[in-house]
């Protein structure tokens, strides 16, 4: 599947910033139509160079290598796999490399080149496969809190520890919670790319996938589910221990935490990832599509930090010398 511009017959993406269908040829707004293809992708459907090396297991959008042309895989997007909702980019490609610079630009040991242009230019959207699950939860907790009381009397000091049963009962419902299910993408990037603005969620349209790379799931909403859960326990025990004021300390005893799975809904979140590689080892970065959250560890240059550290060393001897020349000329 393509979208062609009505008008000049180039491939038409989706424009985060203007929020709708654009050709980047002529300019054209909303002048997409859809062309479906009728059997698997194995070359381009504009140029027909081959597709197999940017066809992976568990790719659905993908791009020509040779001409650029934007395609979306038709089976890995419909039937079992035509994700419920999708979270539009509304961080346009120049705007997540502007991000990039403001974030990582002004670190003193990032190797050469780590933000150059031609690096960053290499920057892709893409839309992750998430599974969004609804649940409703009972919880019983148990802890023991103490007070500590401190007093001087004569020449005595006395600490006093008294103990208190907590106990709290909780109902909660959650929904929404966000599981990635990409084996591409690091669970531990992508919780730190949330929280995403939901309300901004709209109904599944293949449009909003022209322009961008996609994955469809890698494994089930069952396979996934106690990711899930491991989730909402830690919401819980945060509400909990919210809720629990006045004591020095707080230990939990026990916290029965029971969830009963209401609805589960497969979506597409959109994530911005650049990769830059550097002394044989890929460092990859993300920003939230969405909110623009940026995430990512710089590499250190070795070379910039020994410079750093002669320069340092050499204006301190420096500065030693004038000092004791100075010294030397007072007295």
Request: glycine letters at 6%; hydrophobic letters at 35%; one cysteine or more.
């Amino acid at each position: 599947m393509i979208f062609k511009c009505k008008n000049c017959g180039g491939n038409i993406v989706y424009d985060p910033d203007k929020g709708t269908m654009c050709c980047p040829h002529c300019d054209g707004l909303d002048t997409e139509e859809k062309i479906v293809s009728t059997e698997a992708m194995h070359t381009c459907v504009s140029c027909g160079a081959p597709m197999e090396s940017v066809i992976l297991e568990h790719t659905s959008a993908t791009k020509c290598p040779n001409c650029g042309t934007y395609v979306i895989l038709d089976e890995r997007v419909q039937g079992a796999y035509e994700p419920a909702l999708i979270l539009p980019f509304r961080i346009s490609r120049n705007k997540a490399i502007d991000l990039l610079k403001s974030e990582f630009g002004k670190r003193v040991f990032t190797p050469t080149g780590f933000l150059s242009n031609a690096s960053v230019s290499k920057i892709e959207g893409t839309y992750v496969p998430f599974f969004m699950y609804d649940y409703d939860t009972s919880t019983d907790y148990h802890g023991t809190g103490t007070k500590v009381r401190h007093w001087t009397s004569g020449d005595y000091e006395y600490t006093e520890t008294s103990y208190f049963d907590i106990h709290r009962e909780m109902d909660a419902s959650f929904d929404r919670v966000p599981v990635d299910a990409s084996d591409y993408m690091d669970d531990q990037y992508m919780d730190l790319l949330e929280p995403y603005a939901y309300e901004g969620f709209e109904s599944f349209q293949e449009k909003y996938m022209s322009g961008f790379l996609g994955e469809k799931y890698n494994r089930s909403e069952e396979e996934l589910a106690p990711r899930a859960i491991e989730k909402i326990k830690t919401a819980i025990e945060a509400l909990i221990n919210a809720s629990i004021t006045g004591y020095t300390t707080v230990t939990r005893k026990s916290m029965d935490a029971n969830a009963s799975k209401q609805k589960v809904d497969y979506a597409l979140l959109p994530v911005w990832e650049y990769v830059f590689r550097y002394r044989n080892e890929n460092y990859k970065f993300h920003v939230n599509g969405q909110t623009g959250k940026v995430v990512g560890k710089t590499p250190v240059a070795k070379n910039k930090v020994v410079l750093y550290g002669a320069t340092v060393f050499g204006l301190i001897t420096l500065i030693g010398s004038m000092i004791r020349l100075l010294a030397a000329a007072i007295m």
